[in-house]
């Protein structure tokens, strides 16, 4: 026994490293705070774009101990100044939210008390705050309250959630599944046709809508197509529209393609993961009209909250459609069942293990109120026709003006084939890297895209940006020879 003692005395010994002193921890509390705030206060001066490698050989992980401060700073050479920084403003490239500071500390308070968000029984403050959240979320898009809810890591999840709910109230299954129509918009997210075929619906028919000249789905097409497929004996079961497409920013009539939705008993999904919180501002609240009409509905506050990334969220309107596949019971688990005063995260989700994730919105919101959020989502407003304005005084062509804070660019060359010419002219903005851009194609032209959003992207940013595109628009025309 005396044998048996000693060694489980020198193994607490070497365990306990595990779990730091108080003034252990101290010392590493002021190393990250350190870090924290340098990275915060130079954000502005860094680069938004660095393309590199990192040095693989730094984050190999042995058996060799390192400091904390030496492992911040191999943190700081090869991942925080490699690749695209998604905290900076001046990551104008794809839908960033910027990662407000309060989040991070909910996420470092969720972490230390390692809160299970997945079954009321097991934290009942951490569930309920889910739940609220998603109470919140409800009452701006005017979903009923019996409606049931999830915070997912992202827009993905979200909306896998959704159409496997929208696949089991239509039992889209079996010999059903090849005569069964989906419409959705060219522009609609990559992530719908991933989570189809994640779910068993690959060989589902997709129809593709057209779209008019605002890049916005064409609703009398969209009537004519489904009258046609029931016509053949197809069966269509599900619309998806979008509330701010990636590419472009729109946002389809959402009350028009509810009808059409509800008269033909289709499922009627709505992807606002980028768009959907604009809704609270007062002047975009008629675009958002026919959102509550939706049976299911993606936002992400990872976009549209400005938190850091991981929270994305839906809401459907079918409790039993949304059980049907995610509702599991098990022997080990049977305390739990008897706690139904709120809806347990994991009965609504793939996920069983569930972080945490609800602090991080709850707690911004708390601590700041709704109105720095809604005037942040004007501010972002206002910018991107400032932008727009500023680009056009030096010569350059954009999109239609925007519903949101998505639009985009050219160049045009007489000279030179515009999509070669503009091609090298964002080879020259990325080499660059000093405000990041990304690209897309409309209608096969190939244009620069901007989407504002960062909650530190400000009017400076802006004149940064264009500073950069005269800087590079220069070279680009040298690289031709067409000065």
Wanted: aromatic residues 10%; proline residues 4%; glycine residues 6%.
């Amino acid at each position: 026994m005396n044998n048996l003692i000693n060694q489980i005395e020198a193994l607490q010994q070497i365990s306990q490293q595990l779990n730091p002193s108080f003034k252990e921890r101290e010392k590493l509390n002021q190393q990250v705070r350190e870090f924290a705030n340098n990275f915060i206060e130079n954000l502005e001066n860094y680069p938004a774009y660095v393309e590199g490698n990192p040095d693989f050989n730094k984050l190999t992980i042995n058996s060799i101990k390192k400091d904390l401060a030496e492992i911040l700073a191999i943190y700081n050479s090869e991942v925080v100044s490699k690749g695209i920084k998604p905290a900076s403003g001046k990551h104008l490239g794809y839908v960033p939210g910027g990662g407000i500071y309060t989040a991070a500390l909910a996420d470092f308070l969720a972490s230390v008390t390692n809160e299970y968000a997945g079954m009321y029984y097991a934290s009942p403050g951490a569930v309920a705050i889910e739940n609220e959240t998603l109470n919140w979320m409800k009452s701006i898009f005017g979903f009923p309250k019996d409606a049931v809810g999830n915070l997912t890591s992202g827009g993905s999840i979200a909306n896998l959630i959704a159409l496997t709910a929208a696949r089991d109230k239509h039992k889209i299954k079996n010999e059903k599944i090849p005569k069964s129509v989906l419409y959705l918009s060219p522009q609609a997210h990559h992530c719908i046709h991933k989570a189809l075929r994640i779910i068993g619906l690959e060989d589902l028919k997709i129809s593709i809508l057209e779209l008019d000249e605002l890049s916005k789905i064409d609703t009398s097409k969209l009537t004519d197509k489904i009258e046609e497929d029931i016509a053949n004996g197809l069966n269509p079961f599900m619309v998806i529209a979008t509330a701010g497409t990636t590419d472009t920013g729109a946002i389809d009539p959402l009350s028009a393609i509810g009808k059409i939705a509800k008269e033909n008993n289709l499922w009627y999904h709505i992807d606002g993961a980028y768009g959907g919180f604009f809704m609270l501002v007062e002047s975009k609240k008629q675009l958002f009209k026919g959102i509550e009409l939706a049976d299911s509905l993606v936002v992400d506050p990872h976009k549209g909250l400005f938190l850091p990334y991981g929270i994305g969220a839906v809401l459907i309107k079918d409790k039993e459609a949304v059980f049907h596949s995610h509702h599991y019971t098990a022997d080990y688990m049977q305390d739990a069942i008897s706690a139904d005063l709120q809806i347990n995260p994991s009965d609504v989700s793939p996920e069983l293990t569930k972080h945490f994730r609800g602090l991080r919105m709850w707690l911004p919101l708390q601590i700041h109120g709704l109105k720095p959020f809604i005037a942040s989502f004007e501010e972002k407003i206002l910018l991107t026709e400032y932008f727009r304005n500023k680009l056009t005084e030096i010569g350059f062509k954009v999109g239609p003006q925007p519903d949101l804070t998505i639009s985009y660019f050219w160049y045009p060359s007489a000279k030179i084939d515009e999509n070669t010419f503009n091609k090298k002219l964002v080879e020259f903005i990325h080499e660059n890297g000093d405000v990041f851009f990304s690209t897309t194609k409309i209608n096969g032209k190939f244009v620069i895209r901007m989407a504002i959003l960062s909650i530190r992207t400000k009017k400076a940013t802006i004149d940064t940006a264009i500073e950069m595109i005269q800087k590079c628009l220069t070279q680009t025309k040298e690289a031709f020879s067409i000065l």
